[in-house]
């Protein structure tokens, strides 16, 4: 397709399970970018990529979140030992380059609740 | 601490008018400007950009910037229902890879 591609659009897990979302970029599309969002809040910036290097991780809520992508394309984020508080929408978006002056367009999200 | 805001609304306008959704920003660095509308259980969908002082128009929508007063808005002419959702502004954060997000503006377009 042509656009941002994520799956699943949903999962329901029990607390404590580990969790892996994916994200296909735009083709083309060297930056990949993964945010939160809560219920009735705003977007979360959780973590960039540029290639296969992500260099700020800094927006990742705790040790239990990671994200990795290879071959320049899939993403995927991991949530270990998840909590309740993962509960969210988590959405990928991609652009040309990292660049903060590039458009963002974002997927259809993955709908995480955790029991 | 920079900041995008924008008013939650809602902003309730009659069908075929004209809705002004403002969003002002903190960054004085910052050179893009997106907005976003993302209807309920939707993800963010881009509708417009600008990058420039003045007026940017397509289709109904126009984006308008003054960087010198830090303010942008969407004007939507002649309104419909399907307009209705919720309007994220974005600014670019001067100096990084990032946008910084307002959290956005409901919009409800009446019939």
């Known amino acids: 397709g042509a656009g941002v591609s994520q799956s699943p659009s949903n999962k329901v897990t029990e607390k404590g399970k580990d969790v892996e979302l994916r994200c296909d970029p735009i083709?083309?599309?060297?930056?990949l970018y993964w945010y939160r969002q809560s219920l009735g809040q705003g977007l979360e910036f959780l973590i960039y990529?540029?290639?296969?290097?992500?260099?700020?991780k800094s927006g990742l809520p705790s040790d239990r979140f990671s994200a990795e992508r290879t071959g320049g394309s899939v993403s995927t984020l991991t949530i270990q030992r998840t909590q309740q508080e993962d509960s969210a929408v988590y959405l990928c978006?991609?652009?040309?380059?990292?660049?903060?002056?590039?458009?963002?367009?974002f997927g259809d999200g993955t709908r995480l609740s955790i029991l | 601490q920079k900041e995008v805001e924008q008013n939650s609304g809602p902003l309730s306008v009659p069908e075929g008018a004209i809705a002004s959704l403002n969003c002002t920003y903190s960054?004085?660095?910052?050179?893009?400007f997106f907005w976003y509308r993302q209807y309920s259980g939707k993800s963010p969908e881009l509708i417009m950009f600008i990058y420039s002082n003045g007026d940017k128009e397509d289709g109904r929508f126009t984006a308008q910037l003054n960087k010198a007063s830090q303010y942008v808005s969407l004007l939507i002419r002649d309104s419909q229902p399907s307009d209705s959702a919720t309007y994220l502004c974005?600014?670019?954060?001067?100096?990084?890879?990032?946008?910084?997000f307002g959290t956005g503006t409901r919009l409800k377009v009446l019939a």
């Open positions: 974005a600014v670019s954060d001067s100096g990084t890879y990032k946008y910084i």
């Open positions: 990529f540029q290639g296969n290097s992500a260099p700020d």
């Open positions: 978006a991609s652009s040309l380059v990292a660049d903060s002056n590039q458009p963002q367009h």
């Open positions: 960054d004085r660095g910052s050179q893009s």
């Open positions: 083709s083309g599309h060297t930056a």
